[in-house]
Structures are given as structure tokens and as C-alpha cells.
């Protein structure tokens, strides 16, 4: 028997112009930011400008680039496995167990979403001055691991609240211990959201400039940092250059981790 697809109406002419508009807003920018980078200087007033790889090679094999790039690569890691272990455990504590508090604390995981970024930097600026915390990549790893947790904890408790109980139940009667039921049964079923918050939270802490800007120490500038000190004095096509290599870098990482899988149903 065929199955019966709903029809739907059609979408009205200003909806279609206004999602146009829309997308041409978000990513007409891009395409000339890509464009831009591939250009190079004229060879006179009235000729046309060439296509060059020049400000790319510029750009890797610039040091102070590549050390920010380093600093951002090694702060994101480092935030990522610390917030992904503190968010999945929460998660788990929030969704399977009772105690003092627990509504509280689930309230107060989305107070980093909610909160101004501003506000947020400076509040862990004043933290760690207190705490006599000396700024630098160790500063930024807990400011970074501070804000990203939060998206952990939502991503894996959103993938709890569809998980069977039965499933533990049965390794339970089956003699598995607790650590045994959750490595080969938990874990498994909620791989993909625990992956999916630890890429959110390595994309968060990478891109991050506000809250980075308030805990960097000296000489431990991160990529965006390097890139606001860098249009300071005007917008380089090496500046054009290194941001397509990051949107590059972007859609690879979406494609990659957001691929249809190969058993995935398909339909007609």
C-alpha cells in the first residue's frame, strides 16, 4: 500500500522573495570574501586584477599567524575533552538521578547561553585575578570550557531523553556491572550527541573573541585575536585568505560529521 504524502500548499511569491533576500544577505558576503582572496594586485590604473595564490602563501608562512593558529588548535582541544567529560556526566546526573538542587542546577546551565558575553568575560576576568590565575592559555582553557559546557549538557540531555531504560535493564539481568552497561550500552547509544556537543563546543571555543579577549594573557593570542589586531590596520587580502581557509576548514568539519550514514532509510 502507497503511503500517502501530505500536500502541502505552496509557499506565496513574498515568501520566496524574502528567503532569497535573506540568504543572499548571509552569503553573498562569503562568496566575495572567497573571491577577494584570490586576487592580486593590477598591473596598472584600468587592468584587470590577476589571480594569485600569493596572499595565501603569505599567509602559511607567517609566524605569528601560525603560533595563533597553534594557540587556538591547542586552547579548543583542551576545552572541548574537559567540557565534553563535565557535560556528559551533568547530563547524566540531571536526566537519571535525583538530589538537593537539581533543578537549580539544571537552571543554571543555561545561564551562559543566556548571559552577554561582555558580561561574562569580565566576570572570569575578576575571577581569576582573585584566584591570582595567571593569564595566558590555562586562563583561557577554563574561560572557554565555562561557556561550552552548557552546549554539552543540553546536546547529550536531549539525546537521554529518548534513550530506552529497558536496554540497561537487560544488561543489568544479563550480569553487567554499572561500568560495563554504561561503555557498551549507554555510551554507544548516546555517542552522538555526546560527539555533536564536543564539536559545538571545539567550534565555540575556536571562534571565540569576546570572552578570549578578556582572559588572553600576553603573547597567547588565539586566530581571532591575531585577525582584530590585524585589521586594525585595514582589511590585507592575507586577512581575506585566512578566513577562507577557516570557512574552508568549517565546511569540511559539517560535512564530515553531518553526512548521511550509509544505512540511512531514503525515500521516493
Do not use: C
Amino acid at each position: 500500500m502507497e503511503s500517502m504524502e501530505k500536500i502541502r500548499p505552496r509557499s506565496p511569491l513574498i515568501a520566496k522573495l524574502m528567503t532569497a533576500i535573506a540568504f543572499l544577505m548571509l552569503y553573498v558576503p562569503l562568496f566575495a570574501l572567497v573571491i577577494y582572496s584570490f586576487l592580486g594586485p593590477s598591473a596598472g590604473p584600468g587592468s584587470p586584477q590577476a589571480w594569485t595564490l600569493e596572499w595565501y602563501r603569505r599567509i602559511l608562512v607567517n609566524g605569528e599567524v601560525l603560533d595563533a593558529f597553534n594557540m587556538s588548535i591547542y586552547v579548543g582541544i583542551w576545552s572541548t575533552l574537559v567540557s565534553t567529560l563535565l557535560g556528559t556526566a551533568a547530563a547524566l546526573a540531571i536526566e537519571r538521578f535525583r538530589f538537593p538542587g537539581r533543578q537549580l542546577f539544571d537552571m543554571i546551565t543555561h545561564v551562559p547561553l543566556i548571559m552577554p558575553e561582555i558580561v561574562l568575560g569580565l566576570a572570569l576576568l575578576i575571577w581569576f585575578v582573585v584566584l591570582r590565575i595567571t593569564l595566558g592559555p590555562f586562563s583561557m582553557i577554563l574561560a572557554h570550557t565555562t561557556f561550552s559546557v552548557s552546549y554539552v549538557i543540553i546536546t547529550v540531555k536531549s539525546r537521554l531523553q529518548g534513550f530506552d531504560d529497558s536496554l540497561e535493564e537487560a544488561a543489568h539481568d544479563l550480569g553487567a556491572s554499572p561500568w560495563q552497561t554504561f561503555w557498551k550500552v549507554t555510551l554507544p547509544l548516546i555517542w552522538p550527541g555526546v560527539l555533536s556537543g564536543a564539536l559545538m563546543a571545539f567550534t565555540l571555543s575556536f571562534d571565540d573573541f569576546l570572552i578570549t579577549f578578556f582572559t588572553a594573557g600576553v603573547g597567547s593570542d588565539t586566530l581571532p585575536l591575531k585577525i582584530y589586531s590585524m585589521i586594525k590596520f585595514g582589511v590585507s587580502p592575507e586577512i581575506n585568505a585566512l578566513s577562507t581557509l577557516m570557512l574552508g576548514a568549517t565546511l569540511i568539519l559539517v560535512v564530515f560529521f553531518f553526512r548521511p550514514s550509509k544505512g540511512a532509510p531514503t525515500h521516493a
